[in-house]
C-alpha cells in the first residue's frame, strides 16, 4: 500500500486530539454558548460521567455548593476579554455521586482570526490527594500546637492570677491603710485586664472567626487607630506619626474589625519597638488588583536569630506577652487571600507590609 505523506497541520491535530483524550488532567471542550461537545478520559474518572451524560450539556452539571455567583461574573469577566482570554483560579467542583473535587481551573477561550469565540476549553487539575496530605500535616501540627500551647496558657494565666489571688487576700486584711489598699486594687485592676487580654488572644487564635467582608475605607482605618494610639501619650510618649495614605485608595470589601486588629498589633510593635524617641510611618497605597498599607518604625530592627520565627505562635520577644499578635495578624490577612512581607536592617528599623486582594464590584 502506497504511503501517503500527511502535512504538518494533519499530524498537529492528530497530536493535539491524543493528547486531550489521554491526559490525565480533567479537560472538556464546549461551543461559544458554554454547551459541552467533548470530553476526555480523565473527565469521566473524575467526575463519573458518561460521554453521553455529559456532550449536550453544561459546566452546570459540575456546580458545587461552593461556587458562588460571584465567582463566575469574576470568571466570565476575564475569559470574555479580549486581552486576557482565560481565567486560572482554584475552585470546589461536583463529581455525579455528589462527591466535591477540588481543583485548579483554567478556562481558555478559543478565537478564530477575526477575533470571534469558536468554544471554550477546560483544564483542570484534581487536588484531591494534595488537600488531603495538607489536611493530614495540618492536623499534626495541630497537635504540637495544641501541646505547646496548653503550656503557655498555664504559664501566662497562672501569673496574672497568683496576683489576682494575692491582693484579694491583702484586701481582707482589715488593717491595711488607705494608701496601700489603692495599690492592691490597682494591681487587681491591672492583672484582671491583662488575664482578659491574654484569654482573648487565646480564643482568636485558636477559634477564628468566618470573614465579614463589607466594603470599607482603609485609609481611614489606618487613620483612626494610628491617631488613637499617638493620642495616648502614655503608649506613645514623644514618638512621632507620618501618616502618607495613597489618595487613590478607594473603599474595597475586606473585614474591618478583624483588619483592625492587625492594623493595631503592628501598630503596637512598632511603638515598642522604639522606646522613647523615633518616628512610625503608615503608608497604603494600590497595586494591579491589590491594596497595601504599611507600618514602619526607626527601631532596632530585627536579630536575624528571630525573624524566621515572627509570625509562629507563642514566638516572642517581650517579657509580657503571649507571642500572638503577629500570628493571629497573619492569620486574618491569608484569610483575606494576602500576604505580610517584613523589610528589616538592624540599627535602621523594620517595616511590615501587609497586601490584600482587592476584589471589585
Given at each position: ?111 478564530d482570526d477575526a477575533g470571534a469565540i469558536l468554544g471554550y476549553i477546560s483544564n483542570g487539575v484534581n ?5 488531603a496530605l495538607e489536611e493530614r500535616v495540618a492536623h499534626a501540627e495541630a497537635l504540637a500546637t495544641i ?162 520565627d515572627l509570625f509562629k505562635p507563642f514566638r516572642t520577644t517581650k517579657q509580657k506577652g503571649t507571642g ?38
Amino acid at each position: 500500500m502506497e504511503h501517503v505523506p500527511q502535512n504538518s497541520d494533519t499530524i498537529l491535530m492528530t497530536v493535539l486530539l491524543a493528547g486531550f483524550r489521554r491526559s490525565n488532567d480533567v479537560m472538556f471542550y464546549s461551543d461559544p454558548k458554554g454547551v459541552i461537545l467533548d470530553i476526555n478520559e480523565a473527565f469521566t474518572t473524575h467526575y463519573g460521567f458518561s460521554r453521553d451524560e455529559a456532550i449536550g450539556k453544561t459546566p452546570a452539571i459540575l456546580r458545587s455548593r461552593h461556587s458562588t455567583a460571584e465567582l463566575y461574573q469574576r470568571m466570565w469577566r476575564s475569559i470574555l476579554d479580549p486581552k486576557k482570554g482565560y481565567w486560572r483560579g482554584e475552585l470546589i467542583n461536583r463529581a455525579k455521586d455528589g462527591r466535591e473535587i477540588p481543583l485548579i481551573l483554567t478556562i481558555t477561550a478559543v478565537r478564530d482570526d477575526a477575533g470571534a469565540i469558536l468554544g471554550y476549553i477546560s483544564n483542570g487539575v484534581n487536588l484531591t490527594d494534595q488537600k488531603a496530605l495538607e489536611e493530614r500535616v495540618a492536623h499534626a501540627e495541630a497537635l504540637a500546637t495544641i501541646g505547646e500551647m496548653a503550656a503557655v496558657v498555664a504559664h501566662e494565666i497562672r501569673n496574672p492570677l497568683g496576683s489576682i489571688v494575692m491582693a484579694a487576700q491583702q484586701l481582707a486584711d482589715e488593717g491595711l491603710s488607705r494608701d496601700d489598699k489603692d495599690t492592691v486594687t490597682r494591681v487587681l485592676r491591672t492583672e484582671s485586664k491583662r488575664l482578659n487580654e491574654t484569654l482573648t488572644n487565646f480564643l482568636t487564635y485558636a477559634r477564628p472567626r468566618p470573614l465579614n467582608r463589607g466594603q470599607h475605607d482603609l485609609n481611614a482605618l489606618l487613620k483612626e487607630i494610628s491617631e488613637m494610639a499617638f493620642v495616648n501619650k502614655e503608649l506613645a510618649g514623644d514618638l512621632r506619626l507620618s501618616l502618607a495614605l495613597g489618595h487613590d485608595l478607594e473603599p474595597f470589601p475586606f473585614d474591618a474589625d478583624q483588619m483592625r486588629q492587625v492594623v493595631w498589633n503592628m501598630l503596637l510593635n512598632a511603638i515598642q519597638a522604639m522606646g522613647a524617641r523615633g518616628t512610625v510611618t503608615v503608608r497604603s497605597g494600590k497595586g494591579a488588583g491589590a491594596a497595601w498599607f504599611s507600618i514602619g518604625d526607626t527601631g532596632p530592627g530585627i536579630p536575624e536569630s528571630i525573624r524566621t520565627d515572627l509570625f509562629k505562635p507563642f514566638r516572642t520577644t517581650k517579657q509580657k506577652g503571649t507571642g500572638l499578635g503577629l500570628a493571629i495578624a497573619d492569620s486574618i490577612v491569608k484569610a483575606h487571600g494576602g500576604r505580610i512581607d517584613v523589610e528589616t536592617r538592624l540599627g535602621h528599623g523594620t517595616t511590615f507590609t501587609v497586601t490584600l486582594l482587592r476584589i471589585e464590584d
